[in-house]
């Protein structure tokens, strides 16, 4: 970790994959996102090694390369807990009470914004949206939905992910992968989960119900 070099082994590893991934795009330089996720699910972050290895798989240079990485903020710059855990502080969100739990978690957790517990296990972070308003306040933790939050239920939650406990996300897959594997999945390389859980859900369809209630149509185009 932080090393300026990946050792022989991990590099081997890498280039396969990066090969793969950069194999699927006509330029080179599109596969850039995906390759950053890809070092991300090796060092959960992005390392100097991996900015490294990215300039040079691509061609790129490194100056590049960091301006990417310090424009998106799914790419961290530092370590992250194994758990990345996104409270939406958004305008319906923060009404809804996401302000109090960012204060109530932090407080509890002993971490800030992008920070981690010393443990690894657990990093909290603000988010402007995670565009599930209608189930708000919304959490993530590790771009899965945890929906309907209280104060209560988002220290428990935090608790129940630094104590290994089996914890399921609200909406998708049955089970939480962790911030490693998730960013493998960001860079192309799946899992089999996605299809996992309903992609929509509650109040996602009440507007579809009175539709189909009232006979109400979209124009014809």
């Given at each position: 970790?932080?090393?300026?070099?990946?050792?022989?082994?991990?590099?081997?590893?890498?280039?396969?994959?990066?090969?793969?991934?950069?194999?699927?795009?006509?330029?080179?330089?599109?596969?850039?996102?995906?390759?950053?996720?890809?070092?991300?699910?090796?060092?959960?972050?992005?390392?100097?090694?991996?900015?490294?290895?990215?300039?040079?798989?691509?061609?790129?240079?490194?100056?590049?390369v960091t301006g990417v990485v310090t424009f998106y903020t799914m790419y961290?710059?530092?370590?992250?807990?194994?758990?990345?855990?996104?409270?939406?502080?958004?305008?319906?969100?923060?009404?809804?009470?996401?302000?109090?739990?960012?204060?109530?978690?932090?407080?509890?957790?002993?971490?800030?914004?992008?920070?981690?517990?010393?443990?690894?296990?657990?990093?909290?972070?603000?988010?402007?949206?995670?565009?599930?308003?209608?189930?708000?306040?919304?959490?993530?933790?590790?771009?899965?939905?945890?929906?309907?939050?209280?104060?209560?239920?988002?220290?428990?939650?935090?608790?129940?992910?630094?104590?290994?406990?089996?914890?399921?996300?609200?909406?998708?897959?049955?089970?939480?992968?962790?911030?490693?594997?998730?960013?493998?999945?960001?860079?192309?390389?799946?899992?089999?989960?996605?299809?996992?859980?309903?992609?929509?859900?509650?109040?996602?369809?009440?507007?579809?119900?009175?539709?189909k209630a009232n006979g109400w149509k979209a124009p014809e185009a």
């Amino acid at each position: 970790m932080g090393h300026s070099t990946y050792s022989p082994e991990v590099r081997d590893r890498l280039e396969r994959d990066a090969k793969e991934i950069i194999g699927r795009y006509p330029k080179t330089r599109s596969a850039l996102l995906p390759l950053l996720h890809l070092v991300q699910s090796e060092d959960g972050y992005v390392s100097d090694a991996g900015q490294e290895f990215c300039a040079e798989m691509l061609g790129l240079s490194k100056a590049e390369v960091t301006g990417v990485v310090t424009f998106y903020t799914m790419y961290k710059r530092k370590p992250v807990g194994d758990y990345h855990v996104g409270v939406c502080i958004n305008a319906l969100c923060a009404v809804m009470g996401g302000d109090q739990i960012w204060d109530e978690l932090t407080e509890h957790a002993g971490v800030g914004h992008d920070e981690a517990t010393p443990d690894g296990k657990v990093s909290l972070e603000r988010i402007e949206c995670n565009a599930a308003c209608d189930f708000a306040p919304v959490m993530m933790v590790n771009w899965e939905f945890f929906d309907n939050q209280t104060p209560e239920s988002a220290k428990q939650l935090v608790d129940d992910l630094r104590d290994g406990k089996d914890v399921r996300p609200t909406r998708g897959p049955k089970k939480l992968c962790t911030f490693k594997e998730a960013s493998r999945v960001l860079a192309g390389l799946p899992d089999d989960l996605a299809g996992e859980g309903p992609s929509a859900a509650g109040p996602s369809l009440e507007g579809l119900k009175v539709a189909k209630a009232n006979g109400w149509k979209a124009p014809e185009a």
